[in-house]
């Protein structure tokens, strides 16, 4: 569990600022235009898409609700991110909604190493095969349990590291 808070210690820090600071439905607006734009292949098309953003800028997300119509979008940009095997902004803010809407939303997703255990309740949903590569559909919640675990696990062992 120690080794797991350390690899997670970035998505504690942004969980409790989340919490304090800021709404998920606003990251998730951000997040998007992030990957939008960073997987652009060349300035020309990059410029054309922040004029695209700019346009579809004028309709303002809802900041007190939820909208589901969001979180589809959300999950269109995890399935086709660029490097599956890499943790991006996306992920983090996927990990964002399961955190804030716990028990509510869950996350299907065959990138198994983005969601660290120490913070997620996991059960294999199905298995795939394709071309004899054999996928695994993994169902995610955040458990806030396991959260606060970490927390405290992470403190001790900061505590310890200072001695």
Do not use: W
């Amino acid at each position: 569990m120690i080794k797991g808070t350390e690899d997670s210690n970035i998505f504690f820090n942004f969980y409790n600022e989340l919490n304090i600071k800021y709404q998920p439905v606003f990251l998730i607006h951000e997040g998007i235009k992030f990957e939008f734009l960073r997987s652009a292949v060349s300035a020309d098309v990059k410029q054309k898409r922040e004029e695209l953003l700019n346009i579809l800028d004028v309709t303002v997300l809802p900041q007190n609700k939820f909208d589901d119509d969001i979180l589809q979008i959300a999950q269109i940009y995890h399935a086709n991110k660029v490097q599956p095997n890499q943790i991006h902004y996306i992920d983090v803010i996927n990990a964002a909604i399961l955190n804030q809407f716990a028990g509510r939303v869950h996350l299907l997703t065959i990138d198994n190493n983005d969601y660290p255990p120490c913070l997620f309740n996991y059960e294999e949903f199905f298995s795939m095969e394709k071309n004899n590569q054999r996928s695994i559909v993994g169902e995610y919640i955040f458990s806030k349990e396991k959260y606060h675990e970490g927390l405290v696990k992470l403190a001790a062992a900061t505590k310890e590291i200072k001695k």
